[in-house]
């Protein structure tokens, strides 16, 4: 079994999402709940390629998650406004490795963090297929770079 995950800061983010809780997202423990928190990683992330120009009424290739996972660190509640901080982690042929972020206003330490993969399919047969070239440049804007103890 891996270590648990440190709580990663705001400058490990490359863009950022402002999202504000709802009275609704909070649980009957008084925080938000916990499947939210995936609500709010798709929020961002569908936002992010939206005004990158995915059409996603239209647009013959599609991602479609393949993998999503959550580790928390401290509650949330709603009134707090949160930024959703997304980097792409691994950018294939057709899937993309997302790393995403969730802080309270103001905090530098990640609330919640966690991964999704999209994998990219034909709209129509549901095929994997090459992520098209556009998007590859619109998801190259937060492509992190690997640093030196990552090699």
């Known amino acids: 079994m891996s270590a648990r995950p440190s709580p990663k800061k705001r400058r490990e983010f490359i863009h950022f999402s402002r999202i504000t809780t709802r009275w609704k997202d909070n649980d009957a423990y008084r925080h938000i709940n916990n499947v939210t928190y995936y ?3 798709d929020t961002a ?9 995915l059409n996603i009424e239209h647009s013959p290739v599609i991602g479609l998650i393949a993998h999503s ?11 707090d406004s949160i930024d959703v901080g997304l980097k792409a982690n691994r950018l294939g ?4 490795t997302y790393a995403l972020g969730i802080f309270r206003e103001g905090d530098d330490r990640a609330a919640a963090q966690g991964e999704m993969v999209h994998v990219y ?5 549901g095929q994997p297929v090459s992520i098209p070239q556009e998007m590859r440049m619109h998801l190259a804007k937060v492509k992190s770079e690997p640093r030196d103890d990552d090699v």
């Open 121 to 125: 399919v034909d709209r129509k047969t």
């Open 39 to 41: 609500s709010f990683f």
């Open 69 to 79: 996972q959550c580790n928390y660190f401290s509650s949330l509640a709603f009134p």
């Open 45 to 53: 992330l569908n936002e992010f390629l939206i005004r990158g120009g």
């Open 93 to 96: 042929n057709s899937s993309v």
